[in-house]
Antibody
Framework: QVQLQESGPGLVKPSETLSLTCTVS????????LNWIRQPAGKGLEWIGR???????NYNPSLKSRVTMSVDTSKNQFSLKLSSVTAADTAVYYC???????????????????WGQGTLVTVSS | DIQMTQSPSTLSASVGDRVTITCRAS??????LAWYQQKPGKAPNLLIY???SLESGVPSRFSGSGSGTEFTLTISSLQPDDFATYYC??????????FGGGTKVEIK
């Protein structure tokens, strides 16, 4: 079955850029929505954004100015960059595939399955 | 943004109890709601999508209902493996995808 695995530095200095990669195994990422979600310790879930396998992106407006996502279909990977990080960006970061449904009105509906195991990123000097 | 409000935030129950968790959306999302279960130190796991569709492999004691702005997740007979935190998520991409604040199901 499809599995996702996040990788990247676990410690990032304030004002620097957080960079994570999600590697997908067990299936192609083509024709899929690919998402990043984060969860600060003891808190709820925040959707960061998604990228379609073609490269089109949608970001959460709350983070849009700092987020860049990219995809490499040849490696079956997609990536997240979050710039100018602060302690508030310390969280477990998850990647997740986004099953979707499109209706006749052009509406797009996404949920998340499966998820990677998550990786803790701490922002500290 | 569509705000999602879950209640209660914590629920104490015993094995065998019927448990109901409520999720309210700040505007109508039709049936576009998903439910997840999260255990400590683990990623969330999809239980239900489109308000009432059970994900493959999820036990039938889990069920979802509702439409518009009010939704429920019901566990018909709580099992030891079900003690966890549950999140709802609105799935309408016309707005940022958002989650409820979570409901922790604890042992009574």
């Amino acid at each position: 079955q499809v599995q996702l695995q996040e990788s990247g530095p676990g410690l990032v200095k304030p004002s620097e850029t957080l960079s994570l990669t999600c590697t997908v195994s067990g299936g192609s990422i083509s024709r899929n929505y690919l998402n990043w979600i984060r969860q600060p310790a003891g808190k709820g879930l925040e959707w960061i954004g998604r990228i379609y396998s073609s490269g089109s992106t949608n970001y959460n407006p709350s983070l849009k100015s700092r987020v860049t996502m990219s995809v490499d279909t040849s490696k079956n990977q997609f990536s997240l960059k979050l710039s100018s990080v602060t302690a508030a960006d310390t969280a477990v970061y998850y990647c997740a595939r986004g099953p979707s449904y499109s209706d006749s009105s052009g509406g797009l509906f996404n949920w998340f399955d499966p998820w990677g195991q998550g990786t803790l990123v701490t922002v500290s000097s | 943004d569509i705000q999602m409000t879950q209640s209660p935030s914590t629920l104490s129950a015993s094995v065998g109890d019927r448990v109901t968790i409520t999720c309210r959306a700040s505007q109508s999302i039709s049936s576009w709601l998903a439910w997840y279960q999260q255990k400590p130190g683990k990623a969330p796991n999809l239980l239900i999508y489109k308000a009432s569709s059970l994900e493959s492999g999820v036990p039938s004691r889990f069920s979802g209902s509702g439409s518009g702005t009010e939704f429920t997740l019901t566990i018909s007979s709580l099992q030891p493996d079900d003690f966890a935190t549950y999140y709802c998520q609105q799935c309408d991409s016309s707005s940022p995808l958002t989650f409820g604040g979570g409901t922790k199901v604890e042992i009574k």
